[in-house]
Nanobody, 115 residues
Framework: QVHLVESGGGLVQPGGSLRLTCAAS????????MGWYRQAPGKQRELVAT???????NYADSVKDRFTISRANAENTVYLQMISLKPEDTAVYYC?????????WGQGTQVTVSS
């Protein structure tokens, strides 16, 4: 089993930056594909970015060139660097760990982009 804890959310002005961190428990972290998802009020949860166990990355079109996902297997951690934030990026951001037939979620961290 994997336990995920997100941190790094907060209030930021448009154009600002944040770095989200997801700390994972478990000794086989490196085998999981990791992802960040977000859910805005009244909307469905949507994919933001994923990174496979071998480091291949995938991004939603809305965040390409602004967000960067990375992982540090030795630290059981995955990051989401966000720049040029927009009000439409406001959401609760969730960390996900996935393998075939298995998926774990964190509790989420709130990101609010507002002046």
């Amino acid at each position: 089993q994997v336990h995920l804890v997100e941190s790094g959310g907060g209030l930021v002005q448009p154009g600002g930056s944040l770095r989200l961190t997801c700390a994972a428990s478990g000794s086989i972290f490196r085998r999981y594909a990791m992802g960040w998802y977000r859910q805005a009020p009244g909307k469905q949860r949507e994919l933001v970015a994923t990174i496979t166990s071998v480091g291949s990355r995938n991004y939603a079109d809305s965040v390409k060139d602004r967000f960067t996902i990375s992982r540090a297997n030795a630290e059981n951690t995955v990051y989401l660097q966000m720049i040029s934030l927009k009000p439409e990026d406001t959401a609760v951001y969730y960390c996900n760990a996935a393998m075939v037939g298995i998926s774990y979620w964190g509790q989420g961290t709130q990101v609010t982009v507002s002046s």
